[in-house]
């Protein structure tokens, strides 16, 4: 038996809080009848597995509206019979399989409760209680592993296609190098702009990685420590991180990959080679389990005010410790000091965003949370990346550079180096849009965009 979660319904995606599907209470305690439509459900109907379990978010009759009236059912296509097998089919119907451009391998349904009138689904938990429910944070439970596996399965096919590209690259001859053309014709490995696109991918797939190791290792901290105080710490740092892990690290899988393409030039276009299917299939992850700017604004309108700013304080005194205590280091101080002034600038992004609130202007959020979660993953993905390179650095100076490690380990420094130099200027960037903050966009009349 598989599973699904169900919350999109054609007219409620990005606001959950607006669902039309309706749970009405039976004779039987703890049994509603379900009634609704749902779209886009992963694996909402498919041939391989006997049943299905949905986990369908749907308002029980006289809830309140918004997301706080919403509760969580369990709701089978076929009730089990009393041996537990499938019994009773329970009016869950496939309404449609989505014809998508990429993870075709995944029967994306729209899903139909109750077209006879006869769904009926467990209640999850408790009953309303002044038409509370529960299903938000019940559903936030699974959401928040699904926005950390989302970030992960992005670096994955990021990984994969700077892998392929890569090799692509060290393989393939055209042209002469620019510096040497005397020498006859290179692999195209040899090229600065082939070494930039390469290094970008390499850098940003590395600091992804860290980044949600990070998050899986305060996880793991989370659940198997018995020391309150740690879980509690693991906890918030899960907190700020899964925001950053799912949108940037889905946003810059995509750039990524489309450099991997840019590597293979033509072959890349063609279907022959793996990069075309990595580039439509990871298009989803900027999209799903909340859109990459419903994440900008849970870091900014939650996690940067969580416990009065305590939470994201706390993670970002780890960005400026790191950046403290190794400020002299021999090798990579200048990049340390490229950290520290993008921390600085983001200091300032901060104390700019906080002017506009205290002036009313609340659509300057609306403007710079996708640009400002970006920040966030540079200056995050920079310090991780230094962290790295610190340690390859000792390992280089101990074992010098005829090791066969050595290009491991020259490798995870010049990741650093690149990343500093030419990824977190962005945040200075950002700032300085911030600071002008132009509303043009919006001051003009809608039909400003619809005449071209
Ligand atoms: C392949 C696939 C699998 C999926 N699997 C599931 C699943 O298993 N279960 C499930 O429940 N759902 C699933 N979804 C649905 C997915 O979570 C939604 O598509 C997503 O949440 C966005 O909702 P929407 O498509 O209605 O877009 P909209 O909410 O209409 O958003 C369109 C655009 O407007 C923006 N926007 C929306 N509201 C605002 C706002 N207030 N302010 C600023 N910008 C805004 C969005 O960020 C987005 O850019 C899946 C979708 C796909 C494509």
Redesign the pocket.
């Known amino acids: 038996w598989a599973g699904?979660?169900?919350?999109?319904e054609p007219n409620?995606?990005?606001?959950v809080g607006d669902i039309a599907t309706k749970a009405f209470p039976t004779d039987e305690p703890g049994v509603y009848k379900i009634v609704g439509t749902?779209?886009?459900?992963?694996?909402?109907d498919q041939d391989i597995t006997e049943n299905i379990i949905h986990l369908a978010l749907a308002r029980v009759e006289g809830s309140v509206p918004g997301t706080k009236g919403i509760s969580l059912f369990v709701v089978p296509k076929y009730w089990p019979n009393e041996a537990g097998d499938v019994g009773e089919f329970n009016d869950v119907n496939c309404g449609g399989i989505?014809h998508?451009m990429g993870?075709r391998g995944?029967a994306?349904s729209i899903v139909n409760f109750g077209e006879e009138n006869k769904c009926r689904g467990y209640l999850l938990g408790n009953p309303p209680v002044d038409g509370k429910g529960e299903g938000m944070a019940q559903m936030f439970q699974m959401m928040n592993e699904e926005r950390a596996v989302t970030g992960l399965a992005a670096n994955a096919a990021a990984t994969v296609s700077y892998n392929n590209a890569a090799m692509y690259a060290a393989g393939r001859i055209q042209g002469r190098q620019i510096t040497n053309p005397k020498a006859g014709r290179v692999t195209i490995i040899n090229h600065e702009d082939v070494r930039r696109m390469l290094m970008y991918q390499k850098s940003i797939t590395e600091a992804s990685r860290a980044m949600i190791s990070m998050s899986y290792y305060a996880m793991d901290i989370a659940e198997n420590t018995e020391d309150e105080n740690e879980r509690n710490r693991a906890k918030a740092f899960v907190e700020v991180n899964t925001p950053i892990i799912k949108a940037w690290c889905s946003d810059l899988a995509f750039l990524s990959i489309s450099e991997a393409m840019q590597c293979y030039g033509g072959y890349g276009f063609s279907e022959e080679y793996p990069i075309a299917q990595q580039l439509r299939d990871c298009r989803?992850y900027p999209?799903?389990?909340?859109?990459?700017?419903?994440q900008s604004m849970d870091l900014i309108g939650r996690k940067w005010m969580m416990a009065g700013g305590k939470v994201f304080a706390t993670w970002f005194a780890e960005l400026e410790k790191f950046a403290a205590d190794h400020k002299d280091h021999p090798v990579l101080a200048a990049q340390v000091a490229l950290l520290t002034e993008a921390i600085n600038q983001y200091k300032e992004i901060q104390a700019a965003m906080s002017g506009y609130v205290g002036q009313g202007k609340f659509g300057m959020i609306?403007f710079f949370a996708t640009r400002i979660l970006h920040a966030t993953g540079y200056i995050y993905g920079a310090k991780l990346l230094l962290e790295h390179a610190v340690i390859a650095q000792k390992k280089i100076d101990e074992l010098g550079k005829e090791h066969f490690e050595y290009p491991y380990y020259a490798g995870k420094v010049a990741s650093a180096k690149f990343f500093a130099h030419n990824l977190l200027p962005n945040v200075g960037m950002t700032l300085k849009v911030i600071k002008e903050g132009d509303t043009s966009v919006m001051e003009i009349p809608e039909a400003s965009y619809l005449l071209v």
């Open positions: 699904t979660m169900d919350l999109t409620s995606g990005s606001d749902k779209c886009f459900i992963t694996g909402g989505e998508k993870i995944s994306t989803i999209i799903w389990e909340g859109t990459n700017y419903i609306g």
